[in-house]
């Protein structure tokens, strides 16, 4: 398998913790059974879980061949928005779930997308996940890429680590935010009481970049765009939280009850825009708000 090369980000890290934060599923002791088997290097020489990292360190992973599994394609619409024999670009819709885990071993993205693309997905992120770059949560709607093969994927793992990837939100979020612009630059990490939840850790946190731009003012709400510069887990909904104004119906970060007429948070990744793996030409799609969407700010320009 084509080894995944990682760029140490700060100094002092073991890099057996470095490895499990940096490879999507890879816990620390299976990094640790790597470095111990020799599948990692560091400039070319075989590194040790006990060696700490230094800015700028290039690493090579070579991951084992993922275990058999029985994935079931299923014929489960999509939407596709862009598609060639090297990405495919769909838009997601809200409740679907992007790879089978515990609780959700079908029905997700990856299972339609099995179906639709047979074979043609990459196995670099494991037997549970072929082809999948990046996720978007269950609850959020939008535009996410895979991968058909190895050589895109890593292509596309690379941009995202240098941020050419681009990824643009749309979202309502609770209170009047009081400028038009800004930006929250604030690290983020798990939860130190609930590992399920994600928190703004400025300790041991890694870096965390929203810029957000007001789009619309409603009564009590604001609709926002949301640009990524990084991509960590919950990164909108962690950051808009962070600084008194969280997505409306997220019940993670926010309120607890559910928002009326709303299923999971009012968050779209409308727009995405990466370097094509093979011909390096900029590609750019984008997706109109879904339904529910544009139906809660009807609601909310009624009550204006």
């Not at 075989?46 to 993922?66: F, I, M, Q, W, Y």
């Not at 999509?78 to 838009?91: A, Q």
């Not at 765009?225 to 990164?235: D, K």
Request: proline share 7%; with cysteine; charged share 25%.
């Amino acid at each position: 398998m084509t080894p995944i090369r990682l760029t140490a980000d700060r100094a002092g890290e073991r890099l057996d913790q470095f490895l499990a934060r940096s490879v999507e599923g890879l816990t620390r002791s299976a990094a640790q059974r790597l470095l111990e088997e020799g599948a990692v290097t560091r400039s070319g020489r075989p590194a040790r879980k006990n060696d700490k990292t230094s800015p700028g360190d290039v690493l090579e992973v070579v991951l084992p061949d993922p275990a058999p599994v029985d994935l079931l394609p299923q014929n489960i619409p999509l939407d596709v928005v862009y598609e060639d024999g090297d990405v495919i670009v769909v838009n997601k819709p809200v409740g679907m779930v992007v790879h089978p885990a515990p609780g959700h071993p079908d029905g997700t993205l990856v299972n339609a997308l099995l179906y639709h693309c047979g074979n043609s997905l990459s196995g670099i992120n494991g037997a549970l996940r072929p082809g999948i770059v990046h996720r978007i949560d269950r609850d959020t709607s939008g535009l996410i890429i895979a991968a058909k093969n190895d050589a895109a994927h890593l292509a596309l793992a690379e941009q995202l680590q240098d941020h050419s990837l681009y990824r643009e939100y749309e979202a309502v979020c609770a209170g009047s935010l009081r400028e038009d612009a800004g930006t929250v630059d604030a690290p983020i990490g798990r939860h130190p009481a609930d590992r399920k939840r994600m928190a703004i850790d400025r300790k041991d946190g890694r870096r965390a970049v929203t810029h957000w731009a007001v789009l619309g003012r409603y009564p009590g709400c604001t609709h926002i765009q949301c640009r990524l510069e990084t991509g960590r887990t919950h990164q909108i909904r962690v950051h808009l939280a962070s600084i008194g104004h969280p997505i409306l119906g997220d019940t993670v970060y926010g309120a607890k009850k559910p928002y009326p007429g709303l299923v999971g948070q009012c968050l779209h990744a409308r727009r995405l825009s990466f370097l094509h793996p093979r011909t390096g030409e900029r590609v750019t799609v984008e997706c109109p708000l879904p339904d529910y969407f544009t139906a809660l700010l009807d609601k909310l320009s009624r009550l204006r």
